[in-house]
């Protein structure tokens, strides 16, 4: 028997489990609802041979209706945390029209969670817009800003007293490069000068919404979500891909993060990507000796270089995202512990590291992958709703419950 280790996490290390409005709770109408059904989308999917009906999200996983067994599951996995979303869809269908209905709907799901002793971090935008919004330019229009900063004022005077964290943004940096760049995500453009205008106009919704919280809760701990690559040249004694590796850092990691002018109580790490440099295109060569069910190369060293790298924001860091695909759960527990260990390492060093959320409690709808990657502790059957642990799960829980990692 290999000798085993039994790293301890700091005592108060927050456990958690990350999920996101539009991915689990179904029925929602707004910008992506409004996309996935374009004829144009269903053509180009049954033209690679693909069924459209698995890239609407539809129902979800119906979290709407069942977000009481789906809290009853983030606390079999021993978790202390529960990220989620709220939809400012449902909020504001119409502009300018609250529909307290749905205000309602959510102080009961947080009064369930802080029943249930959870502690809550709230995400207020995790890439959906309402309707009217995307006919008006979404982000892209400056008075997105004052829309959004409404609509946070609402939820922290109605629902702010059961948040612990919030999230005003989620991953700015995607909605940006793949829905003002690449093209891959509403509002589907391929235009810089429309990319800058929305990430001006992001950076002042955070700032702003920051403000807001802060007025209304002095002591609110108020943060926002980046996806965290970490960028490695891929020979270090080659100048360009060095150059390239740095210059990807600022503009991918940090450079949004410093035009918020500290103006945040902590950040959150979503960790999924490595991405090993090469001077010539496209720039990129890993070397996937292990990669998820979505291609995405596994990498577990690069969480503590992307933590190491924020130390320098000097605020607490909470890993808000962590996940594979894996249908058939063979690599999740030894993805999670390995994770893991270099977490523990970061603090081991001296960073300020306060938790830990693996995406995701359930298989959702994954964006533009549709229901295919299965990112779940808990599998779902989309036509029952029925949700199952997978074997990794039980693993998860026990590293919550010793609030330590036992590593070969
Ligand atoms: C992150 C998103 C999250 C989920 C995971 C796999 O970038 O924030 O909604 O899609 O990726």
Redo the contacts with the bound molecule.
Sequence with gaps: MPKQKILKFPAGFLWGV?T?AY?IEGGNVNDWSQWEKLEARSKKLSAEGKKPADYICGSACDSYNRYEEDLDLVKNLNCGAYRLGIEWSRIEPEQGQWNLKEVEHYRQVLQAAKAGNLKIVLTLW??TLPLWLTAQGGWANKKAVEYFVRYVELIAGELGSYVDYWVIL??PM?HLANGYLTGKFPPNKKNIFQACKAYNNLTKAHLMGYGIIHKKFRLAKVGL?M?TNYFEPARRWCAGEWLIAKLANHCWNDRFVKKLKNKFDFLGL?Y?FHDRIVWYPPFKKNLNASVTG?GWEIFPQGIYKVLKNYKKFNKPLFVM?N?L?DAKDNKRAKFIIEHLKYVHQAIGEGGDVQGYFY??LLDNF??ADGFA?K?GLYSVDHKTFKRSARPSAKVYAEICKNNAVEVD
């Design positions: 990350s996101s991915q995790h890439w989620n991953e995607v979500t996806l979503d999924y979505m995202e996940g695909a995406w995701s994954e964006w990657p990112f």
